[in-house]
């Protein structure tokens, strides 16, 4: 499977793990976290700068790097992940675990996600507070995210970047799920510009043209279309997932136009 990914989506490298006899979304999450801590701690050379999004599936990775596993490794936020409601997110405690474990420090991003105004947006993007951070995400070696489904239990609804009714909306408009917060549709393809424009962070373009090697973590059948979104839009060149996804994909046409 892993072969037939590769070879079908134009991929570096994919690593599938076996669901076993569960198909708990948990468990599926746990497993495929573990295989990217695994696919990290085993890189030679250790990457020197890693640009993370967050979220559940990243935070469990971070839980599985052992000490000492890299020296010398910084960690930059990509995407804003300041909460806008009493749901605090563990984006910048999962950033300092990784950098921590590896012997090196973080660099926070301190704004949200999903901003009100584009104007704001622009208006932050020219801090040097911001401005810097993103600069340097731009230059890193390694990108790890995963990608988020369709569901009003995101990470993005828990932390008041959006509520249900955006949900629900974007699912009319098409939209599959979000990567660092940007809704795609099946092909990858940005749904709502105005959306987009209140969106802080590296744009997906970025990770597309970037020499850098970039890492999606992906589980769970509720996240199937984002996951076949994802590696037809070549956002990611390495993808970590269960073995249910990876049916699911293979099982897909082969080429998708952009």
């Known amino acids: 499977m892993e072969r037939s990914l590769v070879e079908r989506f134009g991929l570096r490298a994919a690593i599938v793990v076996a669901a076993g006899s569960s198909t708990d979304p948990e468990h599926l999450r746990e497993r495929v ?22 979220g559940r ?7 599985g790097l052992r000490p000492g596993w890299a020296k010398g490794v910084n960690v930059v936020q990509i995407n804003g992940a300041h909460s806008r409601s009493r749901q605090p997110t563990t984006a910048h405690s999962m950033a300092n675990v990784i950098a921590h474990h590896g012997g090196g420090t973080a660099t926070l991003l301190p704004a949200p996600a ?16 911001v401005a810097d951070v993103l600069a340097l995400a731009a230059r890193a070696d390694l990108f790890l995210f995963s990608p988020g489904g369709m569901s009003s ?31 795609v549709d099946a ?12 969106t802080l962070g590296l744009s997906l373009d970025v990770l597309r043209s970037a020499a850098a090697t970039t890492v999606a973590l992906v589980s769970g059948e509720a996240k199937h279309e984002v996951c076949r979104a994802v590696v037809v839009s070549h956002v990611c060149d390495v993808l970590i997932t269960d073995e249910p996804s990876a049916a699911y994909l293979l099982g897909t046409p082969a080429k998708e136009g952009m």
């Not at 976290?33 to 967050?54: D, F, N």
């Not at 599936?57 to 839980?63: C, F, H, K, M, N």
């Not at 999903?114 to 507070?129: G, K, M, W």
């Open 33 to 54: 976290a573990m295989a990217g801590a695994e696919y990290l701690m085993a890189m030679r050379p250790s990457p020197r700068l890693i640009g993370v999004s967050w």
């Open 153 to 183: 239990d995101s990470v993005l609804v828990d932390s008041g970047q959006i509520d249900a009714g955006d949900i629900a909306r974007l699912a009319a408009a098409g939209a599959v799920g979000d990567v660092l917060g940007r809704f």
């Open 57 to 63: 599936t990243l935070d469990r990775l971070a839980g």
């Open 187 to 198: 092909r990858g393809r940005i749904v709502d510009a105005d959306l987009d424009g209140r």
């Open 114 to 129: 999903i901003l009100e105004q584009s104007s704001t947006r622009a208006v932050l993007e020219n801090d040097r507070a």
